[in-house]
């Protein structure tokens, strides 16, 4: 198991940029694909997007496609999501997961994927 922490996430304006971190520890990240959910109120749990292993592949869900950005940094056992052009629809909060599959992470409901973290809320709002 993994364990893993978010943070980054905070009030912005809409049409501003947000990071969002999520540190991983216990084992490396290496052996897992990697990738952002979010939960708005009162919705259900939806897929953002996920990274491969090496963070060379990644695909989004449609709404955050040329807006959002999934990074990692094996080395530091951390990834990233980076966060423009932001919506007040974009308010959720923000939950890192890892698994050793890189597939199915779009699926809906969402996929019981093996390590998730607590979650991080962004609020997007003037």
């Known amino acids: 198991q993994v364990q893993l922490v978010e943070s980054g996430g905070g009030l912005v304006q809409p049409g501003g940029s947000l990071r969002l971190s999520c540190a991983a520890s216990?084992?490396?990240?290496?052996?897992?694909?990697m990738g952002w959910f979010r939960q708005a109120p009162g919705k259900e749990r939806e897929f953002v997007g996920a990274a491969s292993w090496s963070g060379g592949r990644t695909y989004y869900t449609d709404s955050v496609k040329g807006r959002f950005t999934i990074s990692r940094d094996n080395n530091k056992n951390t990834m990233y999501l980076q966060m423009n052009s932001l919506k007040p629809e974009d308010t959720a909060v923000y939950y890192c997961a890892a698994d050793p599959s890189y597939e199915g992470w779009d699926q809906n409901p969402y996929p019981q994927l093996q390590n998730w973290g607590q979650g991080t809320l962004v609020t997007v709002s003037e």
């Open positions: 216990g084992r490396t990240i290496r052996m897992y694909c």
